[in-house]
């Protein structure tokens, strides 16, 4: 095999490695941990024919601890060893995650700031107007790509059909409902210093999703900023889509 394709396979093999290093390690803790406990199990037997030999040998029934610790920990080292490098393998799993983490939080931040001071540069480029216009068009489009199959039903009584573009969700409410939420949570925000995206929910009556625990809004960030959009659906029915001038962020704590 030629020395170019060994050196690309060994590289290969190296990224492959690093970016899931995490997993790796975790898998190989997890086996060190069984393989531990059963190293354990196999070396007690031998660990107590050695402690009634020392019982024999000293002519007594009981051992002082130290007496007992000195004669069984020997059988046990394997075991040890084992177990510290699967401790080892963990915390370094945790560690490359809690890094990735940091980084991935980083880039987002800066991915929010740079498109907040792109909506301002159109906004102040184009007009209000004619930027609203463009967010009637892309709320539009969202509506197209998911069309309504089911509508939630909630408890605030409201009539109007809207459509929430973070959860793809349409339901039963009105603006002045949402509005209300909004500001409510708003005033929470202030006494609480964060709110999540499934406060959000639960107020207007919907079930949580996995999404809305993992994001949410901080009041250093901004307050909780909702843009409405009445659109059409495919049948003529009007829906009233939500989005969010100040979107959720994942490091809102």
Known sequence: ??????????????????????EILTGIGIAGMITTTVMAVKATPKALILLEEKKDELDTDR?????????????YIPAAV????????????????????AALATAYTLSESTL??????????????????????????KMVKNPIREVILTESGGNTICYDVL????????????????????????????VTLNDFYYELGLDGTKMGDMLGWNIDKGYIDLAFSS???????????????????????
């Open 167 to 194: 959860s793809g969700r349409y339901f039963k409410s009105d603006r002045d409902k949402i509005t209300r939420v909004m500001n409510e949570l708003n005033r929470q925000m202030r006494d609480e210093m964060c």
């Open 1 to 22: 095999m030629p020395k170019q394709s060994l050196a690309s396979i060994a590289k290969s093999v190296r990224t492959a490695m690093k970016k899931h290093s995490p």
């Open 116 to 141: 907040k001071e792109y909506q301002e540069k159109v906004v102040e480029t184009i007009g209000e107007k004619k930027e609203q216009s463009i967010r009637d068009s892309v709320s539009k489009d």
């Open 63 to 75: 051992l002082e601890p130290k007496d007992i610790i000195k004669t069984a920990w020997p059988c």
């Open 231 to 253: 659109q059409l659906d495919a049948n003529g029915t009007p829906c009233l889509v939500i989005d969010y001038q100040v979107a959720p962020v994942y490091d809102y704590q």
């Open 82 to 101: 084992v177990g510290s490098i699967s401790v080892f393998c963990l915390i370094g799993a945790s560690s490359t995650n809690l890094r990735r983490n």
